[in-house]
């Protein structure tokens, strides 16, 4: 979308995403006091690459192995029976028995919580962890459920129409953290 | 507004190659839910599904129980002995009065070729075709090309031969059209007697003999005898189609590359396929049942719910 580029704000650079996570990577290895018992669950899509950064992130600094594990939350969506057409469900993989962790679920905007809500039910669908914590990347309010995150990257606050796009190298060849105005139409 | 696959699922053949693509690949992350230790997800909580089967079926009708229970569908087992289908109700009739009762989706096995389409366009529920006389299986047809994509990797150019009792099987028509769509090449193998007649025509190879089948496949899916479907005198015998047709390791031993090995089930051992071979190191007999459940929640999954207007109802939209 060239065309658009110019009615994009760009919210976060690539480095200053980088700076993000590292403070995130910290803050969960301080709330999960090291690494022991620790597993990253990404949310599908970009919550899964913001997940692994992390995790190489806190690899780097505590010198140990963080357990990671994606979640697709599609199947359990609470608005299944009205959207259509049938969205792509994606790969869901916890290799990991996760009773008695602490798991931290990253994803890359707060938005309404119905994502997270869907999130929570699926892992208990896995197992009963001991904790369960929640990172974001950006949180932009407008939440319609009792759901807050326990480690912010960064709060914004945007109009309802708005988008708040997170890209990342993997998917989206750049890191950056855009918001998109109503006005400049739907999503990619 | 249907989904991308539109209301039913009535055979292969009118499918597009991109169709049954979405099917294969959103087989893929179905496969794990089987894996988890509560193998349930909530897609179609709410949603009735009724198995309709007139005709036995043991392998078919579990995974598509086994599908529908795993996402949380309600389901209900009819068949034909023990219902009023025994006293004379018509299948329409049988349907309708199902429909009354606030269905979403008949998943049928009939004898009659047809039976699914014939159903589909009287019923607005969803319509799966489990297998329609000699017509159509499209969701064994999809589960024998997913297990071939998870050994192959990409089908197109990839040769299949479909051997034994072609002229009464669904499940050969459903891959020919299937496995076509894909880009393979598709071949069958089987006395004269069990071919149909043109068989060509749907652009195949014909192999007379078994051992030219070994010598140019990627696989083979061997079909059973269908005993109960041959009226007249098919093959002189059990034996004799086993000394002639059969697949044994002594033939496979002579093939330039290893062959996989499919069969729908349930296996007549040493007729067409004898034990050494039907457990054997290429066979994947067992990966199809477990990709079955798979195919079966990706179809159910892709027809079900969808609709729109209750979307805009609860945005509380303008119209």
């Known amino acids: 979308m060239p065309a658009r580029a110019t009615e994009q704000k760009i919210l976060l650079s690539a480095t200053a995403v980088e700076r993000t996570l590292r403070r995130m990577a910290d803050e969960i290895v301080e709330l999960n006091d090291g690494t022991g018992n620790l597993i990253v669950v990404g949310i599908q899509r970009r919550g899964v690459q913001l997940a692994s950064r992390i995790s190489a992130l806190i690899e780097e600094r505590e010198h140990d192995r963080v357990l990671q594990g994606s979640l697709d939350i599609t199947l359990y969506r609470d608005d299944l029976q009205t959207v259509g057409p049938r969205p792509v469900v994606g790969p869901t993989d916890i290799p990991w028995d996760i009773d008695g962790r602490n798991v931290v679920i990253v994803d890359d905007v707060l938005y309404t919580g119905r994502t997270v809500r869907a999130a929570l039910d699926e892992l208990a669908d896995f197992g009963r962890p001991a904790l369960i914590a929640l990172a974001v990347l950006i949180d932009r309010g407008g939440r319609e459920l009792p759901i807050q995150p326990d480690i912010v990257g960064k709060k914004v606050s945007v109009d309802k129409g708005d988008r708040v796009d997170v890209l990342v190298d993997e998917i989206d060849g750049r890191t950056a953290v855009v918001i998109v105005p109503a006005t400049a139409g739907p999503a990619e | 507004m249907t989904s991308a696959l539109g209301k039913d699922l009535l055979d292969l053949e009118s499918l597009s190659p991109e169709q049954i693509r979405l099917i294969l690949d959103t087989a893929e992350p179905f496969k794990e839910i089987s894996e988890r230790a509560i193998k349930k997800v909530p897609a179609l909580r709410g949603s009735t599904i009724v198995n309709l089967f007139f005709e036995n079926s043991t392998r078919t009708r579990i995974s598509f129980e086994f599908a529908e229970k795993r996402l949380s569908a309600d389901t209900v087992n009819v068949s034909s002995s023990g219902s009023s289908v025994s006293k004379g109700e018509t299948l329409v009739d049988t349907a309708r009065n199902l429909e009354a009762m606030r269905i979403d989706m008949v998943v049928i096995r009939h004898g009659a070729s047809g039976a699914a389409a014939f159903l589909a366009e009287r019923i607005e529920s969803n319509v799966i075709n489990a297998g329609d006389g000699t017509h159509e299986h499209p969701t064994q047809g999809l589960l024998d090309i997913l297990t071939l994509r998870d050994k192959l990797g990409d089908l197109a150019g990839r040769r299949v031969c479909i051997c034994g009792d072609v002229l009464h099987s669904r499940v050969a028509r459903s891959n020919i059209w299937g496995l076509k769509h894909v ?101 994947v007999i067992l990966h199809q049942v477990t990709n079955g459940v798979a195919i079966r929640m990706a179809v159910l999954y892709l027809l079900a719910g969808g609709k729109p207007e209750l979307a805009e109802a609860a945005k509380g939209g303008s119209r």
């Open chain 2, 183 to 283: 880009g393979a090449e598709v071949a069958v193998c089987g006395p004269r007697s069990l071919m149909p007649n043109a068989i060509e025509q749907l652009g195949v190879t014909v192999f007379e003999r078994i051992e030219e089948a070994i010598e140019w496949a990627d696989a083979l899916n061997i079909l059973r005898l269908q005993f109960e479907r041959m009226t007249g005198g098919y093959i002189p015998s059990s034996r004799e189609y086993n000394r002639v047709f059969g697949v044994s390791r002594e033939r496979l031993e002579k093939a330039p590359r290893d062959i996989l090995i499919l069969h729908p089930g349930p296996m007549n051992r040493g007729v067409e396929i004898d034990s050494d071979v039907a457990d054997g190191p290429h066979s």
